[in-house]
């Protein structure tokens, strides 16, 4: 029995795994598709969604299965729900990717000089918090997934100034509000997806040592910033 559990928590294992590399892929190809203007790309990530909401599905039941059959405890048990919740991550992701995707579309028909926004570094720090939480994830490392959590700040800091830019930009050119508004509807999801590549990392971490650590960075974030302010 023990030796068919492991078994099974070994190939929960890889399928977790596979579905983050179906998902990376789905993001870095939305990323071409808005950078290049790419439509048909675009399409073709919209339509492979079902492809990962149903290996989420197949997942969660896998999960449920082992909680039912094996009642694990300690680390084993850490597995099991730290895969549920990055499973649960990754189908968000996908769908974010979607959305990326979807504004690739519209946006595919717009001249290129219209849009002088740069997501090059916003979408490069996403997709190497995925990338690295990932890893982490394949590795059990706790380093890595450590350092996702503090690259999150810089990608809010980045939308923060997307807003303001595309808010200035609907103020100056009003007859471009909807392709404007679907530019930010792209710099929103990248830090959507930023949020959640920080989630998977902390589970990571969780389920590496049993060490809860969310909510940990902000509000150490926070009590520096009260502390600079002097309060």
Sequence with gaps: MHRHFNREIELLKQRILTLGAKVEAAF???LTAIREHNRILAE???AGDRFIDQAELDLEEECLKLLAL????AGDLRLVIAVLKINNDLERIGDLAVNIAERAVFLASAPLEAFPFDFSRMSEVAALMLRQSLDALASGQIGPAR??????????GI??????QVKNAIRENPDRVESLIQVLGVSRALERIADHATDIAE???????????R?????ATAAGTDRAGGT
């Design 28 to 30: 870095v190809n939305a």
């Design 44 to 46: 073709e990530v919209i």
């Design 70 to 73: 094996y009642q694990p405890v």
């Design 147 to 156: 350092q996702v959590c503090l690259m999150d700040d810089e990608v809010d």
């Design 159 to 164: 939308n923060r100034d997307m807003y303001e």
């Design 203 to 213: 589970d990571v971490v969780y389920m590496s040592s049993g060490e809860i650590i």
């Design 215 to 219: 909510h940990a960075f902000s509000l």
